[in-house]
């Protein structure tokens, strides 16, 4: 006689989804566990990240939850500002950070895409970075968080903008159009980018003079904030690397120094002057990564806020203790 667990095939039979709910639910020996799905205690979709850069709004959201540090990097086109993103990515993949490790990332797709071009698998005889296209003002952004490996392990979160030097161009020739890069209010470092490329070349003052308009527009516009550090940064400094016995060039970076110094005196300390070639091309004894390991130590230093500096309102109303500590406590940091 044939089982009622076999079929004629010799194969046993799978009881159906009902039959499994029904012996589940009715054994005597079992905490009687219930379909949660079917008495709608269940989501029937979870929404899981995208893995794409962040919008605006997606990255507001992820400052909710907990303190950020929001690196804006503004420059020219083809300046190197997402080189020196993906060269930071890549360096934790291959573990040459010294001091941290890495601890998540919620667009971690958005960050290899910008890499492939610089991989073999691309077919490129050499390395490149994908350029970020212009799509009109709003930004996007990457998300990186690290781990302290020494001490209490603390972690970090970072929002790094990856917008076309296109919108930087406008907000550089109009203050108007400043203001409205309202993510600029947000920045605890602003990287403005001096490509080393075009420093080793004639006409190079043009470049230090368009980098400076941009910082007078940002600063006249109000939209860079009091604490804000300001990092000049020469990037593909293995340019300059090459020849480094020509004692013009060093003599142009000193002069350049000087005239920022100058023309933003009120920055003060929070002025600094850093070099990078992430990616060296010109000087391939550079190591990969040259000078990026500088700048992610300071950024890591950089006190921690516990709240995202535009989502508090800007005036406060009320008699109530907790609308007085909410004015006492906010409203002369609300941007």
Request: some cysteine; hydrophobic content about 35%; overall charge neutral.
């Amino acid at each position: 006689m044939e089982s009622e667990h076999s079929t004629t095939s010799g194969h046993p039979k799978v009881p159906e989804k009902s039959q499994f709910v029904s012996q589940i639910t009715t054994s005597a020996d079992s905490s009687a566990p219930v379909d949660l799905l079917a008495e709608g205690k269940a989501p029937e979709f979870i929404n899981l990240p995208r893995g794409k850069e962040l919008t605006d709004v997606e990255a507001l959201e992820l400052a909710k939850s907990r303190p950020m540090q929001w690196i804006v990097l503004a420059g020219p086109i083809d300046s190197g500002k997402t080189t020196l993103l993906t060269s930071l990515y890549e360096l934790f993949q291959w573990k040459k950070v010294k001091g941290f490790a890495f601890a998540g990332s919620t667009t971690l797709p958005a960050f290899e895409e910008r890499c492939y071009l610089s991989r073999r698998d691309s077919g490129n005889v050499v390395p490149r970075t994908q350029r970020t296209l212009y799509k009109g003002p709003d930004p996007e952004y990457l998300h990186l968080r690290i781990r302290s490996t020494t001490g209490l392990r603390s972690v970090t979160d970072f929002l790094f903008t990856d917008v076309s030097g296109e919108l930087f161009e406008h907000a550089r020739d109009s203050v108007t159009e400043c203001k409205e890069m309202l993510f600029l209010k947000r920045a605890h470092h602003f990287l403005l980018f001096l490509d080393s490329a075009r420093g080793v070349q004639q006409g190079r003052w043009a470049m230090v003079d368009d980098c400076k308009a941009l910082l007078r527009s940002c600063m006249d516009s109000e939209m860079i904030w009091e604490d804000c550090v300001v990092n000049v940064l020469w990037s593909r400094f293995d340019y300059f690397m090459a020849k480094e016995a020509e004692d013009g060039h060093k003599q142009f970076r000193s002069e350049v120094e000087k005239e920022f110094r100058k023309t933003f005196a009120r920055l003060g300390p929070r002025l600094k002057f850093s070099e990078i070639a992430a990616r060296p091309l010109e000087k391939p004894d550079l190591h990969f990564g040259h000078g990026v390991q500088a700048l992610l130590d300071q950024w890591a230093a950089t006190p921690l806020e516990m709240k995202a500096r535009d989502l508090f309102p800007t005036s406060f109303s009320g008699t109530r203790e907790s609308e007085l500590f909410a004015a006492r406590h906010f409203s002369s940091n609300s941007q």
